[in-house]
T-cell receptor, first 113, second 111 residues
């Protein structure tokens, strides 16, 4: 029973390029969270999605960032025109929704050069 | 006021001792409470969940919830050096659907 799968594990982008981070939830899970973590800092909530629906995007920057969770396929976090400040670890977690537990993937380490 | 607050530490305990980690939350309507462990450079790992007042035990771990005081704690008995990590308290507030994390407490267990 596969856990939460994120890819790629490491991503290097030049300033101005686009970054696409993928998250496949655990089997049976229909909800996905995305978090960002800077070195030596806590987890910062970005967005909470259900299939085909954004439930809460209060943590998403207003520009350059977007997220989706289509009916088929993984959830995608997209960062356009990356800047050095976007360098961080991006984690997704999946749950079956409501008040239930969420389980994390291994994360994607984004480095902008 | 932060929604979920933890002492950042670092907290150091000798091997074999009890480590006590504390967390307070601001939303009285919160119903779900979790403890995660995160090793340096790794992703958070769920270790305990608690939904009702009282204690919940799982091996060397005990989670305690007091909704009246808006307080949740994690006790680690017979602490081991391998328990050295950052412990994250997480809450689903009643007013929001997102899983909200505290800033974490760094625990070091000294051999």
């Amino acid at each position: 029973n596969a856990g939460v799968m994120q890819n790629p594990r490491h991503l290097v982008r030049r300033r101005g390029q686009e970054a696409r981070l993928r998250c496949s939830p655990m089997k049976g899970h229909s909800h996905v969270y995305w978090y960002r973590q800077l070195p030596e800092e806590g987890l910062k909530f970005m967005v909470y999605l259900q299939k085909e629906n954004i439930i809460d995007e209060s943590g998403m920057p207003k520009e350059r960032f977007s997220a989706e969770f289509p009916k088929e396929g993984p959830s995608i976090l997209r960062i356009q025109q990356v800047v050095r400040g976007d360098s961080a670890a991006y984690f997704c977690a999946s749950s079956s929704g409501g008040l239930t537990e969420a389980f994390f993937g291994q994360g994607t380490r984004l480095t902008v050069v | 006021q932060k929604e979920v607050e933890q002492n950042s530490g670092p907290l150091s305990v000798p091997e074999g001792a009890i480590a006590s980690l504390n967390c307070t939350y601001s939303d009285r309507g919160s119903q779900s409470f979790f403890w995660y462990r995160q090793y340096s450079g790794k992703s958070p790992e769920l270790i305990m969940s608690i939904y009702s007042n009282g204690d919940k035990e799982d091996g060397r771990f005990t989670a305690q919830l007091n909704k009246a005081s808006q307080y949740v704690s994690l006790l680690i008995r017979d602490s081991q050096p391998s328990d050295s990590a950052t412990y994250l308290c997480a809450v689903i507030p009643g007013s929001a659907r997102q899983l909200t994390f505290g800033s974490g407490t760094q625990l070091t267990v000294l051999p």
